[in-house]
């Protein structure tokens, strides 16, 4: 069995029992990632399939994404991960978002790269890729790679000391940088880091927004008015939410 201890223990210092317990499963299926060879569909138009596997899916998926889940969280099986997907799946289908602008993200927490890929694959222009586990970086590299996205951008970094390229007043004053979003992460760092990620988010932008069980969802949501972020979508799976926001103009 492979577990990871750094991951393990970062987590055990967080104070949502149903946080750890989910993520210990996931580090554990982690081990069992080659054993399931076939893949699996996220929905009707996505396919997961690990990169040692010999099978295809079949030819309706428009998208295939080839991953090694062995050193990162991310192999879209978890609730959070597979809540984000769809998310970013409606959101890229719709042509009006990719065509009104050139589609810049940012997603935050990054792990095995899963969200980035399929963002690459969907047609956003410019990717920024973040985690702060080396290891996890090092895997999304190579998933990027074997799937052929090129215009990802990875750092190992903190959300916190991220630098977007943009001097520290032009965060402070709102101009923002990216116009889509994505942050699956624990409840206490939504706290702890949400003014700053919303303000790197452009007026108008949309955030996917997930981590949250429903034992921090209150808490979490209390966050978003304040920094002018508004509810366009809210949905759950297995007592897991998942926000689609909107950066009020």
């Known amino acids: 069995m492979i577990f990871n201890f750094n991951i393990t223990k970062n987590f055990f210092i967080e104070d949502d029992s149903n946080y750890v317990f989910n993520k210990l499963q996931e580090e554990i299926a982690a081990s069992q990632w080659y054993i399931d060879y076939k893949g699996f569909s996220v929905n009707d138009d996505i396919f997961i399939l690990p990169v040692?596997?010999?099978?295809q899916p079949g030819s309706q998926y428009s998208y295939?994404?080839?991953l090694d889940a062995l050193k990162a969280f991310g192999d879209g099986k978890h609730p959070t991960t597979a809540l984000c997907l769809n998310a970013l799946h409606?959101?890229?289908?719709?042509?009006?978002?990719?065509?009104?602008?050139?589609?810049?993200?940012?997603?935050?927490?990054?792990?095995?790269?899963?969200?980035?890929?399929?963002?690459?694959?969907?047609?956003?222009?410019?990717?920024?890729?973040?985690?702060?586990?080396?290891?996890?970086?090092e895997n999304a590299r190579a998933n990027a790679e074997i799937n052929g996205c090129h215009n990802i951008v990875f750092h190992v970094t903190d959300i916190a000391l991220f630098n977007p390229?943009?001097?520290?007043?032009?965060?402070?004053?709102?101009?923002g940088t990216y116009n889509l979003v994505t942050a699956n992460l624990?409840?206490?760092?939504?706290?702890?880091?949400?003014?700053r990620i919303s303000r790197l988010l452009m007026e108008g932008g949309i955030m996917i927004l997930s981590g949250v069980s429903d034992l921090r969802a209150t808490e979490i949501e209390a966050?978003?008015?304040?920094?002018?972020?508004?509810?366009?979508?809210?949905?759950?799976?297995?007592?897991?939410?998942?926000?689609v926001l909107r950066r009020q103009l």
Not at 52 to 55: E, I, T
Not at 165 to 175: L, P, V
Not at 186 to 195: A, K, R, S
Not at 230 to 239: A, F, G, I, P, Y
């Open 64 to 66: 295939i994404l080839y």
């Open 223 to 243: 966050l978003f008015a304040p920094k002018g972020l508004l509810v366009m979508e809210h949905k759950t799976r297995e007592n897991w939410h998942c926000y």
């Open 165 to 175: 390229g943009m001097s520290k007043d032009a965060i402070d004053g709102n101009s």
């Open 90 to 137: 409606v959101l890229l289908k719709e042509e009006r978002f990719l065509r009104s602008d050139r589609v810049s993200m940012l997603d935050i927490g990054t792990g095995t790269g899963i969200l980035s890929i399929l963002a690459s694959k969907m047609g956003c222009a410019e990717i920024s890729a973040l985690d702060i586990f080396p290891e996890s970086i």
């Open 52 to 55: 040692a596997s010999p099978w």
């Open 186 to 195: 624990l409840p206490p760092v939504i706290l702890e880091n949400m003014d």
